[in-house]
């Protein structure tokens, strides 16, 4: 980050990709006073309440605060169970994060949290975590990961071990990469989106018919977050005055994208977008279903809380 501004005099940024870089990196941005666009940042702590003031981090990846809730809210307003496992990796921040709030929104729907499982990030050894976690009996396994790999072996054990009953999954259930290495195994396994493919906003039709044409495979959620991200900037920088001016310097550039980034309204891929005060995304969550042939089925959505 410090390369970015100091070196490269970068007038915003876009990322980082992880939320474990991000809480490192962009206090070095807001030190620096240059606007960062946190696109696939989830975790809490990257805008709003953090750990310093993050006055000049913005974010439109939805929070897992919201999208962990809303998914599991679905599943528990469509049948009842009694108690829950959750399974994360150690020392990943999304996925410890993804496992708490499940915890908590299990809880504060009367459900019990018998085991709480970490594992490593690796795909080896898992079989013994899921033998564990199936031994409580749950109604419900939530798995929190940033790792698409460990998530797709997490859900392959528990249906090969027999396990029968539902399956969530936080933001890294939403990749096309994750998605591919499921497959139908993962048949019913649910989790809360930004973005879905089949939504009808024009600006989406645009999107995935450019993105197929570029790059000839169908966007994810990721690639959604990421082409918005660029159109939010490009507003910021109209609305700021920009354009081709060089009489501002680069500090002031900076001022004024960062005071332009709250004025943004526009139609995006993942819908209707606007900046909440704390810089935070306010928009639809789309609940995705796994089918059996291996790709996202949109069941519900939530605009804003299901």
Avoid at 2 to 17: D, K, M, R
Avoid at 40 to 50: D, Q
Avoid at 270 to 289: E, N
Wanted: net charge neutral.
């Amino acid at each position: 980050m410090t390369q970015l501004i100091e070196n490269y005099h970068a007038l915003t940024v876009l990322g980082p990709t992880l939320s474990d870089v991000a809480v490192k990196a962009d206090p070095i941005a807001d030190r620096l006073h240059t606007p960062v666009l946190a696109v696939s940042n989830t975790a809490p702590g990257i805008v709003g309440k953090c750990a310093y003031p993050c006055t000049w981090i913005w974010r439109d990846s939805l929070g897992e605060t919201v999208a962990v809730p809303d998914a599991i809210s679905y599943y528990l307003s469509t049948t009842h169970q009694s108690s829950a496992v959750t399974i994360h990796t150690a020392n990943d921040l999304l996925g410890i994060t993804e496992a708490r709030i499940a915890e908590s929104v299990f809880r504060e729907h009367g459900l019990s949290v018998p085991l709480k499982i970490v594992i490593p990030d690796s795909t080896t050894g898992l079989s013994s975590f899921v033998t564990t976690a199936i031994s409580a009996n749950p109604g419900i396994v939530f798995i929190g990961t940033s790792f698409g790999n460990v998530a797709a072996a997490l859900v392959h054990d528990l249906r090969k071990q027999g396990y029968t009953g539902q399956i969530i999954g936080g933001n890294t259930f939403n990749s096309s990469l994750t998605l591919h290495l499921i497959g139908g195994t993962g048949a019913g396994a649910l989790s809360g989106s930004a973005w879905w493919s089949g939504n009808d906003f024009p600006a989406n039709s645009t999107f995935e018919t450019a993105y197929e044409q570029a790059f000839g495979i169908a966007p994810d959620e990721f690639a959604a977050q990421a082409y918005t991200g660029i159109l939010i900037l490009a507003q910021a920088m109209r609305h700021a005055g920009l354009g081709g001016n060089t009489r501002y310097s680069l500090t002031q550039k900076r001022t004024m994208i960062q005071q332009a980034l709250k004025t943004v309204a526009l139609i995006t891929p993942l819908g209707p977008f606007r900046f909440t005060k704390s810089h935070d995304v306010s928009q639809i969550v789309w609940i995705l279903k796994i089918n059996a042939a291996g790709s996202h089925q949109l069941v519900d959505f939530c605009n804003p809380g299901c």
